[in-house]
């Protein structure tokens, strides 16, 4: 039986008073909750903090980028072992901001993957197509594209602990989201391409979430799909009470 994983991304709003402020007001709110798992991504900037504000809930912090390098000279860079240290526990990897604006590739992506696992956190990998590639047919190929690529040369072992956020690039930010019916089609179709590289008995385990304008009004009929363990939600995560609104349609 998978847990629903619920997310929040933060993305570059916030700085760290309004984010210790919103995490104790969720921290309240979600105090009885019991059958989802709560992660909230947050800015570098705010992640220590993050993690003290969230201590002895059932809350836990994400970083959205990591570098996948123990340490060097890398100046500016996070490293995953600076996450582990500080409390961390998940890490965003692969979102299409990264993809499109910082040319991120499914190699670079599959290193961070790699990285976040061997030090015992656990990757968020976003895959997602575009606008153009639905309408051109061609949403599957660049999902699996982008899964062979983010998940390749993995062990079982480490592949069912990866999360999978499959979010459709033309649903991010626009209000406009994927019927339950066709998310769920595509979260089908996700979980094949794993059974594929990695064996029915991992595919079942892997938590695959929704992400893509999920907002209060659509996360019940979302989540209640059978391949639909979850979401990553943008902007109704940012205020505590709608993002509450979400997890209590999960729980
Ligand atoms: C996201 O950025 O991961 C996202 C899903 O954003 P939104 O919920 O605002 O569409």
Known sequence: MRRLVIAGNWKMYKNNKEAVETLTQLKDLTKDVKNVDIVIGAPFTCLSDAVKTVEGSNIKIAAENVYPKIEGAYTGEISPKMLKDIGVTYVILGHSERREYFKESDE????????????????????????????????????????????????????????????????????????????????????????????????????????????????????????????????????????????????
């Open 108 to 251: 670079f992506i599959n290193q961070k993957v790699k990285a976040v696992l061997e030090i015992g956190m656990k990757p968020i990998l976003c895959i997602g197509e575009k606008l153009e590639e639905r309408e051109g047919g061609k949403t599957l190929e660049v999902l699996a594209k982008q899964i062979k690529g983010g998940l390749i040369d993995l062990s079982k072992e480490a592949a069912e602990k990866v999360i999978i956020a499959y979010e459709p690039v033309w649903a991010i930010g626009t209000g406009k989201t994927a019927t339950p019916e066709m998310a769920e089609e595509t979260h089908k179709a996700i979980r094949n391409v794993l059974t594929e590289m990695f064996g029915k008995d991992v595919a079942d385990k892997v938590t695959i979430q929704y992400g893509g304008s999920m907002k209060p009004e659509n996360a019940k009929d979302l989540l209640s799909q059978e391949d639909i363990d979850g979401g990553l939600v943008g902007g109704a995560s940012l205020k505590a009470d709608s993002f509450f609104e979400i997890i209590k349609a999960g729980n």
